[in-house]
């Protein structure tokens, strides 16, 4: 066998693997002490190596394997193994299934890691919506206000908002340079500031106000707050010089700010990402029930309608605890309530990979039972032989 | 005959103290406290005996399941709530508050600790057991004055996290919050403005009319008699609070769909002025307090007979489970368990020593009768919540030691070495000590939350991990044992290594079993109710770090890089594992699973650990050193 066959198909190997794996997760779940499950989880588990940030000179120093790169190892380590080494025989058998299942499993974790979104959907009792909003990115939406009847949305997705580019929309006839973007910001004002003047808007809210980036939370009780500094350009058409119409402050959660261009009105606000369905999903009742006497949440309950626009069809369903409605490629989890029991929360999942763990847990838990009870039974023969 | 003698011995004397023990539950007493402390009150969303209620609140306040009043009389909890609900007065003197803290009792007045404590005791006891704490326990009465500032400092310190308290804040929130419950519990049955609750009802009777038709009159402008609507009006004033004052429900209506609706003692107020006269339940319990005040047994064993009717007349169903869970109350079935589980720990030792068949025999035997105690146990919780038998931290612990020592006896028989009677009773033993602790709090059969709400996934998760749980730990006790016996005794033959590797290894695949198949359950649970398999949250971590470690030790010895030894260090470390998985999970208060957020306790777990990896040290040891002859 060549040596790094060998070595990737050793048992030292995984065994270093599964020990690292353990420091790894340890160290991990202690961490999100600090940086919430999902920064804990971003920063330990979905990554190739742990880093160690230096700020003031800058360096960012890996000192322990990531999740991706400890996963990948046993990938490798675990498919050397289950398609070289192993010779078939029935006292092997189950422990072939369990490398498959374990396999199964790592390819699962990460097709989870890389595709699944998360969202969420908060309605009021008898209003309907028809997106999802993100949990975690935000969009630029331009909005074309003129026509009282029906809004025109333009939308800058979070994956462009972070390369800070220039954008041009069919149909506009101005574009949007995206100056500064801010994954999580805190606003002050503008006097009490001394932020750099390329940091500085020249219109709207950011004439008093300036924001300044702060490093990302992953808490679960709190929230990044994005902003973003963007200037609009008229496009250079036939002749005509592009012109700067101004630079804008715009931040979640602030007013949305309006200007007007060759007679028709714009908005600028940013928000989270929305994603439209193809039907649209009515609050019919919202019920939160408490056991007599105490606060402690006994059950809660979304009876929701379901408006398929593309065949017109309509269906209730009832959403609660551990009851999910799986529609389309989206599941709709209760996940929480406000507004004084008139709102509820839905959490809105996809994930592609979603059948995989079943999957593999199936093969795993029964090459677990087939390897020990193959196990049981020989060590029962060796007493029976040895009282005999 | 003979050789059943020690095991027929010993297994009586167990249940002798049980019965001693269910009797001696009984307060001394002409009331009959029995009768009132199997009375049903609603509370925590529940039915449940007042006894409970009484343990549950007593426990809170004093850290004791008895109270020791200021004349050094003991008297069981029910005794004590019936005086408080009963005639509040009197309870305000004795002394139930137990405050620990230095700082908290420098403001409190200053107490001496009493001449009889010390009397009490004999020097040895004393030794033993400390000096008495009389100067620990405080009164009502004697707190009361500092009431204002202790609220304040109570209001100032919730603005922290649990965990950035100091122990005075911590302290003073705790003790506020148990005058609160004090309080409450004096106003639930009466609210003690009048001396005889059932003149009260008489004076209701005619005042509650005269007083509306004042009342309406008024409205319509007409004259009307203003002494009447004076006297309505004070009482509706004592009302309002006591309607809102009472910690536990006590009146049962039955709703026309079939369910019960509970409504606390002030109600009294809307039943005389619906119907003219008080409903059976409250002239019974009217006449229970007039009784208690009197000092007249007779009439109060009467009177609570006479409840006990009206809320049968009510429906039955109002008694729900809280006849089983007074039975469980006094049978206190986890106590007389750890009582077993000692008693087997003493017989194997002794059985070294001297007749070794014997006692091993007596040994198994009282080791399978309080695995039955502690399974009684358990089942009567299941019965009175209705769930599964893991419901929070202080059940998985009554549950983790019980799977340990069933699966302890069961090798036991099997290998017949004395080894899984020790590891049972020491397993046994710890759990249910770590679960006596974590019951401190109060009650323990709280109700669930929606969002662990019953389902199959859920239920099946937690006990199978709670399983692998027992697994590791047993694993981790076997190796100890084998590490004490062989490094300090001869008593390890070669046989005997052989087949004590065998038990290790055998549970350890049956731990990986388990916890492997207990986190996946809990995978497709948590896929069905948040929409991932995984998500990282530090229990789900936890739950790995035990499928992994067992992985590792399985590949270790496959590969043959560990012997005897090694295994034996190995399944040691399993121990911090787990004990991290299960309890240290917890105290970080993150995440789905931090239901049983606990601080104290943190410092038993580094003590815990540290411990473990002593003997981890001592397992390493070269093999000349070990007493016994170990081949590797």
Not at chain 1, 22 to 50: C, P, R, W
Request: aromatic fraction near 12%; charged fraction near 20%; charge should be neutral.
């Amino acid at each position: 066998m060549k040596p790094l066959l060998k070595l990737l198909s050793s048992m030292e190997l995984a065994i270093g693997t599964l020990v690292l794996s353990m420091v790894l997760i340890f160290f991990g779940t202690l961490d999100q002490q600090n940086l919430g499950i999902h920064g804990a989880t971003e920063k330990y588990f979905y990554s190739f190596f742990v880093y160690s940030e230096i700020p003031s000179l800058g360096l960012k120093i890996p000192y322990m394997p990531g999740g991706y790169l400890l996963g990948f190892v046993l990938l490798a380590n675990l498919c050397t193994t289950a398609f070289i080494r192993f010779k078939f025989s029935a006292a092997k058998f189950g422990i072939w299934m369990l490398h498959l299942g374990v396999i199964l499993l790592l390819i699962g974790e990460f097709v989870s890691s890389v595709f699944q979104e998360e969202a969420s959907m908060t309605i009021d009792e008898g209003s309907s919506k028809d997106y999802t909003e993100s949990f975690r990115l935000a969009e630029l939406a331009l909005i074309d206000t003129t026509d009282p009847e029906i809004d025109t949305v333009y939308a800058i997705p979070d994956a462009m908002l972070k390369r800070e580019q220039q954008v041009t929309i069919d149909g506009l006839p101005f574009s949007l340079s995206i100056d500064d973007y801010m994954a999580n910001s805190i606003v002050q004002r503008r006097a009490h500031s001394n932020a750099a003047a390329n940091k500085l808007a020249n219109r709207g809210i950011g004439l008093n106000n300036v924001a300044i980036e702060i490093p990302k939370t992953g808490k679960t009780d709190e929230r990044n707050i994005p902003a973003t500094l963007v200037t609009i350009y008229t496009n250079a058409t036939g002749g005509q010089r592009s012109e700067v119409l101004g630079t804008w402050l715009v931040r979640e959660f602030m007013a949305p700010q309006s200007f007007t261009y060759e007679d028709r009105e714009y908005t600028l606000t940013v928000r989270r990402e929305r994603e439209y369905t193809p039907y649209e999903i009515t609050l019919l009742d919202f019920s939160h029930d408490r056991y007599l006497g105490t606060n402690i949440p006994k059950n809660f309950s979304s009876q929701v309608l379901i408006s398929d626009k593309r065949t017109g069809l309509e269906q209730e369903f009832l959403i609660y605890m551990n009851n999910p409605l799986r529609y389309d490629d989206l599941t709709f989890y209760q996940q929480g309530f406000m507004n004084d029991d008139k709102t509820s929360i839905l959490q809105v999942v996809r994930n592609p990979g979603r059948s995989l763990p079943y999957i593999s847990c199936t093969i795993l838990t029964l090459g677990l039972l087939y390897q020990f009870g193959y196990g049981l039974m020989r060590y029962n023969a060796k007493r029976k032989k040895a009282a005999a | 005959m003979k050789r059943y003698l020690a095991p027929i011995f010993s297994i009586l004397f167990l249940l002798l103290y049980l019965v001693s023990n269910y009797r001696n539950q009984t307060p001394k007493s002409d009331f009959d406290f029995d009768l009132l402390g199997s009375t049903p009150v609603l509370l925590n969303g529940r039915i449940q005996p007042m006894d409970s209620v009484a343990r549950n609140s007593l426990l809170a306040i004093n850290g004791k399941r008895n109270a020791k009043y200021e004349d050094g009389t003991r008297h069981r909890a029910i005794e004590w709530l019936a005086e408080l609900m009963l005639d509040g007065r009197k309870a305000e003197t004795r002394p139930v508050f137990r405050i620990y803290d230095d700082g908290l009792r420098s403001i409190l007045p200053t107490k001496q600790q009493k001449e009889d404590d010390e009397d009490e005791r004999s020097p040895i006891a004393a030794l033993l057991l400390g000096k008495g704490s009389s100067q620990f326990y405080y009164s009502f009465a004697e707190i009361m004055p500092l009431y204002e500032r202790l609220r304040m400092d109570a209001i100032a310190a919730s603005e922290f996290d649990a965990k950035e308290r100091n122990r005075y804040q911590t302290a003073v929130i705790e003790l506020v919050n148990g005058l609160g419950v004090f309080h409450a519990l004096r106003n639930s049955v009466h609210h003690g403005e009048l001396d005889s609750f059932r003149e009260e009802l008489e004076i209701l009777q005619t005042t509650l009319p005269a007083g509306i038709e004042a009342l309406n009159k008024q409205q319509a402008g007409e004259t009307f008699d203003e002494e009447a609507l004076a006297k309505m009006i004070s009482f509706a004033r004592i009302y309002q609070n006591f309607e809102k004052q009472g910690h536990f429900f006590t009146h049962p209506t039955l709703q026309a769909d079939g369910e019960l609706d509970w409504k606390k003692a002030g109600a009294l107020l809307g039943e005389i002025s619906a119907d003219g006269t008080p409903s059976p339940t409250t002239l019974a319990y009217a006449s229970i307090v007039d009784a208690y005040r009197q000092g007249d047994t007779e009439k109060f064993n009467a009177s609570v007979a006479e409840l006990h009717q009206a809320l049968r007349d009510v429906s039955p169903q109002t008694f729900g489970k809280s006849a089983a869970e007074r039975t469980f109350n006094y049978l206190e079935p986890f106590y007389i368990a750890m009582v077993g589980y000692v008693m087997v720990l003493l017989l194997a030792i002794v059985s070294w020593i001297r007749w070794p068949e014997a006692l091993s025999r007596a040994a198994f035997a009282t080791a399978a009768l309080s695995l039955l105690i502690h399974t009684a146990g358990i089942g009567y919780r299941i019965y009175i919540i209705g769930y599964a038998p893991v419901i929070n931290l202080y059940s998985s612990a009554i549950f983790v030691g019980w799977g340990a020592v069933v699966l302890a006896l069961i090798l036991e028989r099997l290998h017949r070495n004395g080894i899984g009677n020790v590891v049972a009773s020491l397993v046994g033993f710890s759990t249910l000590l770590v679960a006596h602790h974590l019951g401190d709090d109060g009650d323990t059969l709280e109700m669930m939350r929606a969002v662990l709400d019953s389902n199959f996934w859920l239920s099946t998760h937690v006990i199978t991990i709670t399983i692998g749980y027992s697994a590791t730990f047993l694993a981790g006790a076997i190796a100890l044992v084998f590490v004490l016996m062989g490094l300090f005794t001869a008593r390890i033959t070669p046989d005997m290594e052989k087949s004590v590797k065998g038990m290790v290894y055998g549970i350890i695949c049956f731990s990986m079993l388990f916890s492997f198949v207990g986190t996946v359950l809990g995978g497709i649970w948590a896929d069905q109710s948040w929409g991932r398999f995984w998500g990282w949250d530090p229990k789900e971590n936890g739950a790995i770090l035990i499928v992994l470690w067992n992985a590792v030790i399985l590949h270790s010895r496959w590969g043959g890089f560990i012997k005897t030894r090694g295994l034996m260090a190995m399944a040691i470390f399993g121990n911090i594992v787990t004990s991290w998985s299960w309890m240290g999970t917890n105290m970080l208060g993150i995440g789905l699973h931090s239901y049983g957020f606990m601080s104290a306790a943190f410092y038993y777990l580094v003590g815990f650990v540290a411990s473990q990896l002593v003997f981890i040290g001592l397992a390493m040891l070269p093999t000349q050193m070990w007493k016994s002859n170990i081949k590797a």
